[in-house]
Each structure stands twice: as C-alpha cells, then as structure tokens.
C-alpha cells in the first residue's frame, strides 16, 4: 500500500505535502514525493524516507499539489519509480495508491500512440491516459481513463494549468478533509488533523473535485453527491510520539487507556442486550490476517468456552478457496485498518455466500465499516508502528465481548459469571499497567535474544496463539527468525532444531496447561536451549527449570492472553531496540495491506 495526498488552498503546499506524508508513512517508506503547481509544474521526488525527501528537496513555492508515500508492488523501489509520475508534456502529475491489473496492455498501447514511459510501475499509465483523454476538462479527462483500466486505486491529478485537483477511489481508501478556504484529500484522516477534523469519506466509484473553496464529490454516472462530513475524534497528539522513542513504544504503553476506552459503552450496550448482535448463531468464523488472524484464533477459545458455539478461524487469503460447508455461520472479520485486501475479499465472499458479516475495526469510515451487515469498533486510536499492538488488545477485548455476548444468547452464562467477567475485564487496565511497570526487568531479560539468528516461543491452549503472536512481533521488528509453537507439538520435529544457541520464550501460567507446560520447558532445558519464562509472579518452581523469568500479574486464565501479550510485546520491542533495528518501519512492511 501507499499514502496519497492532494492540497488546495492559500498555504505553501510544500508544507502541508511534507506534513501529510510524514503521518501516512506507515503506509510505505521506500520512496517518495511531491509535485507542486507554482509558476509550473514541479516534481520532487526520490528514493528513501519522507525525512531523507525533506532534506534534499528545494522550495517549491505554490498553493495546489500532490505528494506519495510508496511501498513498492510494481517496480523496485528507485527514483524512477517513485511517484508523482509526469505525463509527457510536464504538465499533468498522478499519485496512486492501488494496482492497474491491464497496465502492459494500456503500456503497449499508449507507446504505440507514441507516449514515452519513464518507470517500471503499473502507475504510470494512468498519466499518459489522463493525458491522451485531456481536453480542456480535467474532470472529464478522470472520466475516461477510469473506463480503460482495471484494477484498484485511490488516485489524484494535478495539473498545471487547472487551479483544482481530481481524485478517484476504488478499493483503497480516500478520505477528503473540509478546512476554511483549504481543502485536501489524502489516503487518512492523521494526514489532516492539523488544518482540520471535518472528515468526507469517499467511496467505491466515486470522484472529487477538490478546490480551495469547494469541493464536489460524483457518483460513479457522473451525478454530484450530498454528503455530510463527519467530525473525527482523533487528535494529532493521538497521532504524534509524545516523547516516546518509538511509536511501538508509545503505543504499546497506551494500552491501558485502548483497552478502557474499547470497553466504555460497549459494556452497557453488553448489559442492554443490544452489543453486536441480536440471534444466537449455530456457528461462528472468525477471518483475518497477520495479528488480527491470531486475535481471531484467541476468539475461537474465548466464543467456544463462554458459548460453546462452535467456532472456525480461516486466514482471510485462504477464505476464497475453502468450501461454503457451514449453514450460514456468523462472519466475523477482523482487521485494525479496515482496508486489508484479503479480508476484504473474504468480506465480500460471504456476503455472497448469504453469511451474516459482523467487522471488528478500528477504523471509523474505513472500507469494510461499509461493506458489513455490522460494525464493532475498538478504540485503540491512531496506531503508527508497523507492528500492531494496542489494536490487537483491543481487538481481543473484542472477542471478549463477543464471546459473552453469545453466551448471554445462548444461555451458557448466567447474570453472576457475567458480571464477574465482565468487572474482571474491567480491571484489566490496571493488571496491564502491572505488566509495564517492569518494563527494565524485561529489557535486561531479552539479552538472551539479542544475538540470537532463531527463536521458539512455546504456549499451550488459549496461549499458543499469544505465543504465535510474540514470534510474528518478533520477527517483523528485530528480524530474528521466530516460531510460535503449541509447546505440545515440539517434540514432534522441531526439537531436533533446539541448542544452546536456539533461545525459547515458553508461557507458563497457573491454569490447567501449567504442569505440562513445565515438562515441555524441562524438555528444552535438556536441550541446552536458553529459556526466557513468562510466569505468574513468585513462581519458584518456573524459576528453577527457566534461566531468566520475567512475570505477569495473575488473572482469570480465560484473560491471561491480555498480561501476557504485552509481556511478549515488551520483548520484542527492547529486542529489536537493541539490535538498533528501524521499529516503527520495518523493511519490507507497509501498516495494511492493500493488495492480495
Ligand atoms: C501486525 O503487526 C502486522 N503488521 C500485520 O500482520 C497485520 O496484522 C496484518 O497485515 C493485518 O492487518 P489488519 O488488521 O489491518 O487487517
């Protein structure tokens, strides 16, 4: 995916450009943008970050632009290949987020009308078309090259000669902010919070006119579209570091505040009978991707302990392969951003198989929000790292309400456990405020990993997917290779990998998997492994078999995921910190990803 952002108005648009992309970074990181209308067109761009971009790029004085954050699909990242991308005559400049699925075949095309190409991207047609359709109406001009591509894109058009911008979306998100005489329209709400929080969410087959002073939105035929804008709570503090080293960190320490926050409200709608849903489903399936789709698996243990409902977990990638053998289960899709492909995709496929889709998001006005019978939204705020982590808490509080909201239908619950459950979860804030309190303790413990090329992370029950989880941080932020194993399968194979230069993070809580989990970490310390314990606070008996113990408060085990997530969190973040890795921008990775 990438961040996209176009500026109308009396500011220097070099600034609010460079502003705009420095907060939808996350997006993509590899190259980038802008491309400024003053006395004509100006493009700067290249290959690096927005900060590198910053640096090096000249004034470019002028009121009207655009400007892009990449991540690259179609061509490496390089100079070239970074938009904006400028049509043959220097006059028109496009920025585009999205794939052009017949791009070589508009490419033949276009160089056979005799247009030179200057990039190895899929992008670059859409200038050339723009520039082929343009007779004296940029609008018009949009019109007709949406008629020749196929593919995805959220898209916007300047032209030198024009004193507006035109944007377009299908499938990618574009959001236009509403200022005072200035208006700009970009890939998120953070890329404007600073000029204004009145908030127009465009959707699929759409286009914009954007201009200082007005901005029209068109339906796919062409008609003008009334839209009231929506006033968005997020703030850019929400959305800055707030002296935190990292945004992981600063994120990860938010916790508390998500968690609460996530919980407010949901737990009186809880009380009133009306939270999610309203029928008692025969089965529940739960889809999703990367830590959303480990969230999801945490759901099936908390939906089928609380409801007893049986309940399946797919990777939304695989959704579309797996055959409709259920009577119409209870979708539920889970992602943070709201615009991942492939749980999009799947959104879509159940809808087509007449499946009742509930979204879990934490985005408001994000594309599945629309695409959904209904939405739940966590409160986790504007999440920056790369590596999601109070998104994914709070997701898990979630499943949480979901899980008792079923058991409230299927009378697998009476008032008493609810109540006890729920001023449990309550109190959760307080038991992860515990858990980062140690926060010295746990960067003194990851020294065990910080040279290490392999790690294992062993769990049991509703935790192996917390240990999953804890490789996937792992891996994306300190670029140790991890695995996350269900501690009951190692001795089927990968116990053969385990030495002394192989370290093993192992949960090891008091519930009913405790004695086995303390056989399997014996099992590894034959090994020689090295092991780092994550166990309930005074445990001397998990002491003795691990090297290093690091400890979490103890709560109801069913809530024991939450504790011992952020513990895991914790690791990789001082791991990584360490191993002086980029942690909010890890190579290769982009927030959500919108291509499958
Ligand atoms: C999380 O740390 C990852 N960056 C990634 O696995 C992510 O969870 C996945 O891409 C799904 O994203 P979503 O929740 O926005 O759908």
């Known amino acids: 995916m990438c961040g996209i952002i176009g500026y109308a108005g009396p500011r220097e648009a070099q600034e609010v450009l460079l502003d705009g992309l420095r907060r939808l ?90 247009h030179v190409f200057t990039s190895e991207t ?108 929506v006033v968005v709570t997020w703030t850019v503090d929400d959305a800055k570091r707030g002296g935190f080293e990292h945004y992981m960190l600063k994120e990860i320490f938010e916790q508390p505040t998500a968690i609460h926050n996530s919980l407010l409200g949901s737990l009186d709608e809880l009380e009133a009978g009306s939270l999610m849903i309203d029928h008692e489903p025969a089965s529940v399936k739960l889809v999703a991707c990367g830590t959303s789709y480990h969230a999801s698996m945490v759901g099936k243990y908390i939906i089928e302990a609380l409801a007893k409902i049986p309940t399946t977990v797919e990777l939304a990638s695989e959704y579309r392969y797996m055959p409709n053998t259920e009577e ?56 920056i790292g790369v590596a999601a982590t109070k998104t994914y808490t709070t997701q898990l509080m979630a499943m ?17 456990e609810v109540r006890e459950l729920t001023s449990e979860l309550r109190a959760m804030p307080r038991y992860i405020g515990k858990v980062l309190d140690r926060g010295p303790e746990v960067e003194a413990a990851t020294e065990m990993l910080v040279s290490a090329r392999d790690a294992f992370y062993l769990g049991r029950n509703i935790n192996y997917p917390t240990m999953l989880e804890g490789a996937l941080k792992l891996k994306e932020i300190s670029y140790i290779h991890a695995e996350g194993y269900a501690a009951g399968e190692l001795k089927h194979g990968p116990l053969a990998l385990l030495d002394a230069s192989t370290p093993v993070v192992a949960a090891c809580i008091k519930d009913h998997t405790y004695a086995k989990m303390l056989a399997n970490i014996s099992e590894v310390a034959a090994r020689d492994s090295p092991i780092l314990a994550i166990g309930i606070e005074g445990d001397s008996d998990l002491a003795a078999v691990a090297d290093t113990t690091v400890s979490v408060p103890a709560v109801n085990p069913i809530l024991s995921p939450v504790p011992l997530t952020v513990m895991v969190q914790l690791i990789s973040y001082y791991t990584a910190r360490k191993r002086g890795c980029p942690i909010d921008k890890p190579r290769n990775l982009a927030k959500s990803v919108t291509v499958d």
């Not at 949480?400 to 008493?416: E, N, S, V």
Request: charge should be negative; aromatic fraction near 4%; glycine fraction near 10%.
């Open 25 to 114: 970074e996350y997006r993509g990181y590899d190259s980038a943008g802008v491309a400024i209308v003053g006395s004509d067109l100006k493009v700067f761009k290249d290959k690096g970050e927005i900060s590198k971009l910053s640096t090096d790029m000249p004034r470019l004085a002028g009121h009207l632009g655009v400007g892009h954050t990449r991540w690259a699909t179609c061509g490496r990242p390089s100079q070239q290949n970074a938009h904006p991308f400028l049509d043959c005559t220097g006059q028109m400049a496009v920025v585009h987020n999205g794939i052009i699925e017949n791009h070589l075949a508009l490419r033949e095309k276009l160089i056979g009308e005799g």
């Open 122 to 229: 899929d992008t670059e047609v859409l200038v050339h078309l723009m520039e082929k359709h343009y007779k004296g109406d940029l609008h018009a001009a949009l019109k007709e090259t949406l008629k020749d591509i196929k593919g995805t894109y959220a898209m916007v058009v300047v032209r030198a000669d024009c004193d507006e911008l035109v944007a377009a979306r299908k499938e990618n998100p574009l959001v236009v902010g509403l200022g005072v005489g200035e208006n700009i329209v970009a890939s998120d709400v953070t890329a404007m919070l600073n000029y204004t929080n009145k908030a127009l969410y465009i959707m699929d087959g759409e286009t914009v006119v954007l201009r200082p002073d007005k901005v029209t939105i068109y339906d796919h035929d062409g008609v003008p579209v009334q839209r009231d804008p």
């Open 328 to 383: 119409s289960p209870l979708t539920v899709l889970l992602t943070q951003s709201g615009e991942t492909a492939d749980t999009l995709a799947a959104a879509r496929e159940a809808r087509r198989r007449g499946c009742p889709t509930l979204a879990v998001t934490n985005v408001v006005g994000s594309t599945i929000a629309r695409e959904v019978d209904r939405v739940f939204y966590t409160k986790a705020g504007p999440e």
């Open 400 to 416: 949480y309400l979901l899980g008792i909201r079923l058991g409230q239908l299927c009378h697998t619950m009476g008032r008493d």
